[in-house]
């Protein structure tokens, strides 16, 4: 039954191949027997998997997307008659209501806390943001008053109650599992991501000036103009911040080089003080732990927590130069120690928090939504 479900993911903003999306849940639904198709805007470079994709202009004027990108999506998506739409932006609440009729299923994908996102924006005044932000609630209201609603985080639940937790935990990879980790004379701290300011891109560009030694490597994208500040940030120090994502997408694939390779002392996430990021356990943790490295990360009494639990990391004042510098220390001078919380935290993602699980979640929603018996054959 499934193979005759046709579904069509959406999204205006994300890269095609954006890991939750394209290799987590395009694909794993591919694998259970869904027709499914991505609708997307695709770079003429771009190659294709064993998920099909539906190409969208991709606009580089950002308000020339929210409107033409937004229209065009509506148009293509209705052609496709789809029996279930998968939208994956907040642009597109409005496209999914549109589509939404009594034969077919809309799920909105919650990636992001997008009302304390917009309220942290700096393209406006806060006043200004404060507003849009109220006026997007409403919208969402509205609008996903007949859509399911899946959640990237599990605190999601808290706003709503409603939705399915479908976490964004890592895809386990015999190469990263595998790996036999030395933390002897290791001097690499790695950073894996989008860069910007509220990921603590300038705690991060301030890192190679704590030790002569220290090599601060950071994959994914990261806006050229902050690229220059960050640059700027480490002064004589610059040459040990490798920017491998200035002005450009990082591929999955190069990531899961970068994990792979050795020297890693940590992997980073030296958040500044944020309501949109506080009660996140961040995508990369669990990607740093799938590949046996601890973890310094800010200390935000979510975080802590974690960390705690887990034991696997050290929280930090991410505006500390002593702590982030005793923290390095503490790794560089037990090796053995560093080895243990990479390990214990790589023996939990193993356990229980890798996409395997949220997975069947995903598929169980499907199967649900259309009528398909658990267990049942895609080929029946």
């Known amino acids: 039954m499934r193979h005759t479900v046709k579904v069509l993911h959406m999204t205006t903003l994300h890269h095609p191949l ?20 991505l609708l997307a805007p695709v770079p003429t470079n ?16 950002r308000w020339k997307g929210l409107l033409f990108g937004t229209i065009r999506a509506y148009f293509r998506a209705k052609k496709q008659k789809a029996d279930v739409y998968h939208i994956h932006d907040p642009e597109l609440l409005p496209v999914g209501w549109l ?35 109220s006026v997007y609630k409403k919208v969402e209201a509205v609008c996903t ?9 599990k605190y999601y639940l808290e706003k709503y109650p409603q939705g399915l937790c479908v976490l964004n935990y890592p895809i386990l990879q015999e190469k990263l599992t595998d790996i036999d980790r030395s933390f002897q004379q290791a001097d690499g701290l790695l950073y894996t991501g989008n860069v910007t300011k509220d990921r603590g891109a300038m705690q991060h560009a301030a890192l ?17 103009s902050l690229a220059a500040e960050m640059k700027q940030r480490a002064g004589a120090h610059e040459a040990r911040l490798h920017l491998h994502g200035a002005g450009s997408y990082v591929p999955k694939a190069e990531i899961d080089a970068a994990y792979a390779q050795s020297g890693w002392l940590a992997g980073i996430a030296l958040f500044p003080p944020s309501d949109h990021y506080m009660k996140k356990e961040l995508t990369k943790f669990f ?5 046996g490295l601890p973890v310094i990360c800010s200390d935000y009494p979510k975080w802590q927590a974690f960390m705690d639990t887990y034991q696997c990391g050290i929280c930090v004042n991410p505006d500390s130069r002593e702590e982030i510098r005793d923290a390095v220390d503490y790794l560089r001078e037990h090796p ?21 699980h949220e997975e069947k979640k995903l598929t169980a929603l499907y199967d649900r939504l259309n009528g398909i018996e658990a267990g049942e054959s895609s080929d029946n």
């Open 18 to 37: 954006d890991p939750r999306i394209y290799y987590k849940q395009c694909a794993s639904l591919k694998r259970a027997g869904y027709d499914v198709t």
């Open 336 to 356: 053995e120690e560093a080895k243990a919380m990479g390990e214990r935290g790589r023996e939990a993602v193993q356990r229980h928090l890798h996409w395997g």
């Open 46 to 61: 771009t190659e294709e998997g064993d998920v099909p994709f539906e190409p969208l202009p991709k606009y580089t004027n």
């Open 145 to 153: 008053r007949r859509m399911e609603l899946i959640l990237a985080e």
């Open 208 to 224: 190679p000036a704590l030790d002569k030694s220290l090599q601060v490597h950071l994959y994914g994208y990261c806006p050229e």
């Open 99 to 133: 589509l939404k009729n009594k034969r077919n299923h809309v799920i909105y994908d919650i990636h992001e806390d997008y009302e304390t996102g917009i309220v942290q924006r700096q393209y406006f005044t806060r006043p200004v943001r404060k507003f849009i932000a």
């Open 287 to 291: 990607e740093y732990m799938a590949a």
